[in-house]
């Protein structure tokens, strides 16, 4: 994990998660309560993350998080993201009760006693109209400032099945947050499954994110949803630039297969996406990394991230930094996410 350099930064991406299913289920009405005594469905939902046990387990309730980032490294805010949901059962009415369980519990246990703290809140993926009602549900609460999902998915995020999710969250001003993992049933990879935990971990920030990215902007989202913003957490950024220069360089000889499609597909990424700083994957050699912040554009699309309590090795976020001017550090560490997220800069 990476802590910011100064105080006062607005961390994109720290992780909580609750300590057992027990923690959720005040949160149900009693037929999903019975359901999981019951059912025999394994009780530990992704409840520390797609992750070798030897990883560090999220923060359970808002003390830790208190003593372990928030005091220490002096944050603004801090984003909290929950991956419970990411791997549910393929049930799609308890998929949506763990979801309203996860928002309901985010809410009263870490919403509402500090102030510096901000959520993702989960939704359905297997219902897209569940996940609609849901956003509506919980939308209008000032402590949520997107709506997380998984970049591993059976269907991409750019397909027509999600135009009404996409202009439910641009309606209330919320982020769209892709983040790494996603249901274990789903192949990585365009010829079928890896045989590493080392490949699958890869692929998030290769095949399975950038694919994310080539649906949303090649099928018209951001045309139709013009206000929709989207948040890469946990997928590195250093691929982004080869991917922009071929997709501008394909869609100038290809564009009649997507006429919806009004500009450079590059410009639609500015503008619409913003990726976070963890993890940076940077090279080395301070040159090359000043060479790659300039040619993505780093001070305007990073927004900082810990992807607390998670490591990527030391030194990517001073290396980044290092190449970056004042301003550009600081819109990094604060004005890219205050602006993102609608928060006091």
């Given at each position: 994990?990476?802590?910011?350099?100064?105080?006062?930064?607005?961390?994109?991406?720290?992780?909580?998660?609750?300590?057992?299913i027990d923690a959720l289920t005040p949160y149900m009405d009693?037929?999903?309560?019975?359901?999981?005594?019951?059912?025999?469905?394994?009780?530990?939902?992704?409840?520390?993350?797609?992750?070798?046990?030897?990883?560090?387990?999220?923060?359970?309730?808002?003390?830790?998080?208190?003593?372990?980032?928030?005091?220490?490294?002096?944050?603004?805010?801090?984003?909290?993201?929950?991956?419970?949901?990411?791997?549910?059962?393929?049930?799609?009415?308890?998929?949506?009760?763990?979801?309203?369980?996860?928002?309901?519990?985010?809410?009263?246990?870490?919403?509402?006693?500090?102030?510096?703290?901000?959520?993702?809140?989960?939704?359905?993926?297997?219902?897209?109209?569940?996940?609609?009602?849901?956003?509506?549900?919980?939308?209008?609460?000032?402590?949520?400032?997107?709506?997380?999902?998984?970049?591993?998915?059976?269907?991409?995020?750019?397909?027509?099945?999600?135009?009404?999710?996409?202009?439910?969250?641009?309606?209330?001003?919320?982020?769209?947050?892709?983040?790494?993992?996603?249901?274990?049933?789903?192949?990585?990879?365009?010829?079928?499954?890896?045989?590493?935990?080392?490949?699958?971990?890869?692929?998030?920030?290769?095949?399975?994110?950038?694919?994310?990215?080539?649906?949303?902007?090649?099928?018209?989202?951001?045309?139709?949803?013009?206000?929709?913003?989207?948040?890469?957490?946990?997928?590195?950024?250093?691929?982004?630039?080869?991917?922009?220069?071929?997709?501008?360089?394909?869609?100038?000889?290809?564009?009649?297969?997507?006429?919806?499609?009004?500009?450079?597909?590059?410009?639609?990424?500015?503008?619409?996406?913003?990726?976070?700083?963890?993890?940076?994957?940077?090279?080395?050699?301070?040159?090359?990394?000043?060479?790659?912040?300039?040619?993505?554009?780093?001070?305007?699309?990073?927004?900082?991230?810990?992807?607390?309590?998670?490591?990527?090795?030391?030194?990517?976020?001073?290396?980044?930094?290092?190449?970056?001017?004042?301003?550009?550090?600081?819109?990094?560490?604060?004005?890219?996410?205050?602006?993102?997220?609608?928060?006091?800069?």
């Amino acid at each position: 994990m990476t802590a910011p350099p100064a105080e006062g930064a607005i961390d994109a991406d720290v992780h909580v998660a609750p300590a057992s299913i027990d923690a959720l289920t005040p949160y149900m009405d009693d037929y999903w309560r019975d359901y999981l005594a019951n059912a025999g469905l394994v009780l530990s939902p992704n409840l520390s993350g797609s992750y070798p046990p030897s990883v560090p387990k999220p923060p359970s309730d808002v003390d830790a998080l208190r003593e372990q980032v928030l005091d220490p490294w002096g944050l603004r805010h801090a984003v909290l993201t929950c991956l419970t949901a990411f791997d549910a059962s393929r049930n799609g009415y308890y998929e949506a009760a763990l979801c309203s369980a996860i928002n309901d519990w985010l809410r009263a246990e870490w919403l509402e006693r500090d102030e510096r703290l901000r959520a993702y809140m989960a939704i359905p993926t297997l219902d897209p109209d569940a996940a609609v009602l849901e956003i509506e549900r919980v939308g209008a609460y000032d402590g949520f400032v997107g709506v997380l999902v998984p970049v591993r998915t059976e269907t991409r995020w750019g397909n027509r099945r999600f135009h009404e999710l996409h202009e439910a969250i641009a309606a209330r001003e919320l982020v769209l947050a892709l983040h790494a993992w996603g249901r274990a049933g789903s192949a990585p990879t365009a010829t079928g499954f890896t045989h590493t935990y080392f490949e699958d971990y890869l692929s998030n920030s290769q095949m399975v994110v950038q694919a994310q990215v080539l649906s949303l902007v090649t099928e018209g989202v951001f045309d139709r949803v013009p206000a929709l913003r989207v948040v890469l957490l946990e997928c590195g950024f250093s691929w982004l630039p080869p991917l922009l220069w071929r997709f501008d360089k394909d869609w100038k000889a290809v564009w009649r297969e997507v006429p919806w499609v009004k500009a450079k597909p590059s410009e639609y990424v500015r503008r619409h996406f913003r990726a976070a700083t963890a993890p940076a994957q940077l090279p080395a050699d301070p040159a090359q990394a000043a060479q790659l912040a300039d040619m993505l554009g780093a001070s305007e699309m990073l927004v900082f991230a810990s992807d607390f309590p998670h490591e990527h090795g030391e030194g990517n976020l001073d290396t980044l930094l290092g190449v970056l001017d004042d301003a550009g550090r600081d819109a990094v560490l604060r004005g890219n996410a205050a602006a993102l997220y609608g928060l006091a800069g």
